[in-house]
């Protein structure tokens, strides 16, 4: 074979891959399967029927019915979050807003791989708590939103759809009721072909059979009779996976860790109400009416007879003995008939309901071929990223190791095909092409070295450009957020849990008398000494990433500080120059850095002095960082994500950050700190210039604590620091000997003690949402609002997603309320600060939202941080 024939078996192996499908790519190890699991999967290949839940966040979702529903009704089940849960707050470690979005993310896809759901998102942003609906459509772009559901339900046709919410305010959260207000104009918009016709270029019209309502006893009076509701118990016991529905929900659930979600197994009967909103109305089940068996596809039935044969001679000691009837399943459902015509743009038009089932059911039964072979398939790459300017760099011709792993674990004989079979060999340059796989032995990896030149550019790489393309950032997060919603402009991409891998292989195999083409991503693997064997997804990063150390930079008087900018080499040998943009009135020394990088993956830090100028306006503006390689400008940073429980997320933050200068007066010095579930209060103490010393629960003593002028408690302290329990008396006493305590927000449930002050103060959900909301000072002489700066209504201006959260309700009248504010409609909330003389000392809880406010560079909330550390000084 000449060296040209190369070229289009290259194309075989590696792809850019663009699929309707809009399940993404996860990066973990390649999914084995036991004997009992591949059974629970022959069993679902003969199951035509499909559900979606719907909800509005990330752990919303009911997953002991998911879990029933894919693996008790075997049938495709799918959760469609409106929102990727941006707005809540992090129980493991200080990423907020879009980084927390994107471990609620990987979480949920996490929990949908034990429970056996598929994952789907609107381009809905979770902008906080909502308290109506019509709050909440204020701020969504409901057509939007709508247009994302409506997609979904036309791409995946589900018989059933089932919400979690009722559309009204028994749903609590107005991002709840606007869930389930959705699902039902989604409901009659999918079948509506004059309802977003955009999306016919590649989907139909779709009516799903009904709409129902899971609700449950918080929903609903106690006594109320639930005989108008359907009934289902989804507790029962699984055979093949050795656990029950709840077991498996439980562990499912448990995922939402950065929520504090875990959850106990439940056993045993556990009762699911469902009521009827729209369409068919059923009277004893939820897929009354249905036909969930291959007759609902015209000439389906002779399916549905060689699956029942494949079953009644499954063999769990012997797997691979399947594979033949396996191959004639596929071969009978290659037979219905497709009506799939291709574009140009290699999209297609689905136009008939058994062209859907052909396509889901051949993906599975490829999938349980592979199982049943027991055949290992995998692509990967000794580096976790690659640069595109690197590929792009004909005149240099690098070249890249893919390793390439396939394994034949059965007797069955597949081979590798010829078109797919050749591996360029650098040692001889000559093209080598493989043969059959080994058998039940085992056989030795295939490892091919591929060219990676301008010449594959094209064919392997989505786009060219990272400025304006960013391949692998995460696709929502490419173009700047509204408040409200995500700019995701390619329709195919919209619904998708996560990115396409960045390059995928591509494996034509021949079992026994068939070829099947099989697809993965292309991974970095490594092996790691405590957790061993890990895959994360290949990363394309941009030739230099610019990151700036610290989230906001805060100028109380017109001293310089250091700014620190860590350069972050993409590929080898870049050079080029950095810079600060600076509003007017501002100056950095120096104006620029060169730098020279050799390493790829190396860093070098560069130091700024920035200093506010006689012409710098007080308040809150903003820098921005830019490195300059062969005339290209690049002003994104690189950010990994590091969690056990979901693969390695890296982001490209903008290179950008908060500069605030403000009049601020401050008193002590000292402060001692504890965190509670994580946050960055610390660095913004030390930005005003504090020094801050990080407390663990052992250095709570009453000889520790005399040193500090102030003690504050990170958010959700009470909920997390189980030692608190016995060191309140510590803090108490430190308090009462004159010392000053700052708590911050406490959620109200799931405290470790039921008291967390001095005096008795009950916590509550109660919360401002409107992050403007008109403040009223309730006592202009406290000092907290005088000393050692005046406090005015100015310094409520500005704030980001809410004003404060889990205000107390009923308090002791030993503590003194500051300030009043409220949402519209609301009465008024006086407990978002409460201080009380303790002994010698002061003790103050706010629930006022600084985490968020002082990342976000807001002025009022360093000069009320500030006062509140400052009291008694």
Not at 523 to 531: A, C, F, G, L, M
Not at 782 to 795: A, F, G, M, Y
Request: proline letters at 6%.
């Amino acid at each position: 074979m000449r060296i040209r024939s190369f070229h289009a078996a290259l194309w075989a192996l590696l792809i850019a891959h663009c699929s309707l499908l809009i399940d993404g790519a996860a990066a973990q190890a390649p999914k084995t399967y036991s004997s009992s699991e591949i059974l629970l999967g022959l069993k679902k290949l003969n199951v035509l029927g499909s559900v979606l839940y719907i909800a509005a966040h990330p752990d919303d979702e009911n997953t002991r019915l998911i879990a029933y529903m894919a693996n008790g009704r075997l049938l495709e089940t799918g959760y469609l979050s409106c929102t990727r849960g941006d707005g809540g707050q992090n129980l493991i470690g200080p990423e907020l807003r879009e980084q927390l979005g994107v471990i609620r993310t990987q979480e949920l896809l996490a929990a949908r791989r034990i429970d056996g759901g598929r994952q789907f998102f609107t381009r809905a942003n979770d902008f906080g708590f909502s308290k109506t609906s019509e709050e909440t459509f204020t701020i969504w772009d409901k057509e939007q939103v709508l247009s994302d559901m409506v997609w979904v339900i036309r791409q995946r046709r589900p018989d059933v759809l089932i919400t979690r919410f009722p559309p009204d305010a028994r749903a609590g959260h107005g991002h709840h009721q606007a869930s389930a207000i959705l699902a039902a104009e989604a409901f009659d918009a999918a079948g509506d072909p004059k309802r977003f016709p955009e999306q016919l270029k590649y989907v139909q019209p779709w009516s799903p059979k009904r709409l129902l309502w899971n609700t449950g006893s918080f929903f609903v009076k106690p006594g109320e009779n639930m005989d108008g509701y359907l009934k289902i118990d989804a507790g029962g016991y699984n055979p093949l996976l050795g656990q029950s529905y709840g077991e498996m929900a439980a562990r499912s659930r448990s995922q939402h860790k950065s929520q504090g979600f875990g959850s106990a197994a439940q056993r045993g009967e556990a009762l699911e109400y469902l009521q009827y909103v729209k369409g068919d109305k059923p009277k004893s089940d939820p897929f009354e009416g249905i036909d969930m068996t291959w007759n609902r596809v015209p000439g389906g039935a002779a399916v549905g007879k060689l699956i029942d044969e494949v079953i009644r001679k499954y063999d769990p000691s012997n797997p691979s003995a399947s594979v033949a009837g396996l191959l004639k399943v596929r071969t009978a459902i290659q037979k219905v008939p497709t009506g799939i015509s291709y574009d140009g743009t290699n999209s297609y038009r689905e136009k008939k309901e058994e062209i859907l089932w052909q396509t889901k059911k051949t993906e599975q039964v490829e999938q349980l071929i592979q199982a049943c072979l027991g055949l290992s398939i995998e692509a990967t790459m000794n580096a976790p990223a690659t640069s595109l300017e690197a590929v792009a760099d004909a005149e240099k011709s690098r070249r890249k190791t893919v390793f390439f792993e396939i394994i034949n674990r059965s007797t069955i004989p597949v081979k590798l095909e010829d078109e797919a079979a050749y591996a360029y060999s650098p040692q001889n340059d000559k093209i080598m092409a493989t043969g059959v796989l080994s058998g039940m032995h085992g056989g030795n990896p295939h490892s091919i070295t591929i060219p990676f030149d301008k010449k594959y550019v094209d064919t392997l790489w989505i786009e060219r450009k990272f400025e304006s393309a960013l391949v692998s950032q995460p696709y929502w997060l490419r173009a700047s957020p509204t408040l409200g919603m995500y700019s995701v402009q390619e329709q195919l991409e919209r619904g998708k849990a996560e990115n396409e891998a960045a390059i995928k292989a591509r494996f034509v195999l021949r079992v026994l008398d068939q070829r099947i083409r099989y697809t993965v991503p292309v991974q970095y693997k490594s092996t790691d000494p405590v957790e061993g064997e890990k895959y994360r997804p290949l990363v394309v990063v941009p030739p230099v990433a610019v990151n700036i150390g610290g989230r906001a930079y805060v100028f109380a008087d017109n001293s310089p500080k250091t700014i620190p900018v860590t350069l972050r080499a993409g590929k080898s040998g870049v050079k080029g120059s950095v810079a600060l943009n600076l509003p007017t009135g501002w100056k950095s020394e120096p104006a620029s850095f060169n730098f020279d990088i050799a390493s790829k993956d190396a860093e070098q830090t560069v130091q700024f002095r920035v200093q506010p100028g006689a012409g710098a306006a007080e308040g809150k503006t903003e820098l921005r960082a830019v490195a300059t390689v062969d005339g290209q400008q690049y002003s994104r940073g690189y950010q990994a994500i590091e969690y056990n429980h979901i693969p390695t997320q890296i982001l490209f933050p903008e290179a950008v950050a908060p500069l605030v200068k403000l009049d601020l007066k401050r008193k002590g010095q000292e402060i001692g700190y504890l965190m509670g579930a994580g946050d960055e209060v610390p660095d913004a103490l030390r930005q005003i210039g504090y020094t801050v010393t990080l407390l663990k629960p052992e250095d709570i003593t009453d000889q520790n604590l005399r040193r500090f002028d102030a003690v504050v408690l990170g958010v959700r302290a009470y909920n997390t620091v189980d030692r608190l329990k016995t060191l309140q008396p510590t803090l108490l006493r430190y308090v009462e000997n004159g010392g000053n305590m700052v708590v911050q927000y406490v959620v109200n449930r799931g405290t470790v003690m039921p008291q967390i002050g001095p005096y008795p103060l009950t916590l509550s959900n109660d919360r401002v949402t409107v992050e403007n909301a008109a403040v009223t000072f309730l006592n202009p002489s406290q000092p907290l609002l005088n000393t050692p700066n005046k406090i005015t209504t100015k310094d409520f201006e500005g704030w980001v997603q809410e004003q404060g959260l889990y205000y107390p309700s009923a308090w002791d009248a030993k503590y003194q309320t500051v300030i009043s504010s409220h949402d519209p409609n609301e009465s008024a909330k006086e407990s978002a600060i409460l201080v009380a003389d303790y002994g010698k000392g002061h003790y103050i809880y706010t629930g006022l939202s600084l985490f968020r406010e002082l990342p976000a560079g807001v002025p009022g909330a360093y000069r009320l941080l500030t006062n509140m550390v400052s009291l008694g000084k």
